[in-house]
T-cell receptor, first 113, second 112 residues
Framework: SAVISQKPSRDICQRGTSLTIQCQVD?????MFWYRQQPGQSLTLIAT?????????ESGFVIDKFPISRPNLTFSTLTVSNMSPEDSSIYLC??????????FGEGSWLTVV | SQQGEEDPQALSIQEGENATMNCSYK?????LQWYRQNSGRGLVHLIL?????REKHSGRLRVTLDTSKKSSSLLITASGAADTASYFC????????????FGTGTRLKVLA
């Protein structure tokens, strides 16, 4: 199993600003992912955070808007840049273990006003 | 795009009854997982079923997988108020990229 800590758990942000979300895992993992969950919706994969190289983004998501860092095997950050109300969502960090199970952090609730 | 579609979208049952929710997916899979989410919190892993398995049990949970129909079902028996949550299926493609795609979810409400 894996225990994932995300910070902040909740924030209210001003339009046009940027916020960085941190994800810390209690063990070294190869695969880390960032998801977005808009209100009342399912999860959408934003990107795969690759250690030592640039993140791999899914269709509809770009690095300028969602820059990601992965400095080591236990930590990653996702920045939501130049926020607008449409970015109000829960952002979730996840890891996949050797048993193929996905573990999630508690999520970061962002409200953009 | 969504890989999985779940039905029903919402389900209300009485405490003690069983709840069944279904997930359909579009492409070949390596495995399928079910998750629970309480009121916008993080997702909790419930059960993983591999593509070569047809049925799996875990406590009050029973999951079936029919790869010929590209569908899975989650049965929760003897439900209680604590089972009130949203339930999602997630599928990983057979290509082994470990990128999981989530279904649309079923919102379950268990009434006391």
């Amino acid at each position: 199993s894996a225990v994932i800590s995300q910070k902040p758990s909740r924030d209210i942000c001003q339009r046009g600003t940027s916020l960085t979300i941190q994800c810390q895992v209690d063990s070294q993992v190869t695969m880390m992912f960032w998801y977005r969950q808009q209100p009342g919706q399912s999860l959408t994969l934003i990107a795969t955070a690759n250690q030592g190289s640039e993140a791999t983004y899914e269709s509809g998501f770009v690095i300028d808007k969602f820059p990601i860092s992965r400095p080591n095997l236990t930590f990653s950050t996702l920045t939501v840049s130049n926020m607008s109300p449409e970015d109000s969502s829960i952002y979730l960090c996840s890891v996949v273990t050797s048993g193929n199970t996905i573990y999630f952090g508690e999520g970061s609730w962002l409200t953009v006003v | 795009s969504q890989q999985g579609e779940e039905d029903p979208q919402a389900l209300s049952i009485q405490e003690g009854e069983n709840a069944t929710m279904n997930c359909s997916y579009k492409t070949s899979i390596n495995n399928l997982q079910w998750y629970r989410q309480n009121s916008g919190r993080g997702l909790v892993h419930l059960i993983l079923i591999r593509s070569n398995e047809r049925e799996k049990h875990s406590g009050r949970l029973r999951v079936t997988l029919d790869t010929s129909k590209k569908s899975s079902s989650l049965l929760i028996t003897a439900s209680g108020a604590a089972d009130t949550a949203s339930y999602f299926c997630a599928t990983a493609t057979a290509s082994g990229t470990y990128k999981y795609i989530f279904g649309t979810g079923t919102r379950l409400k268990v009434l006391a």
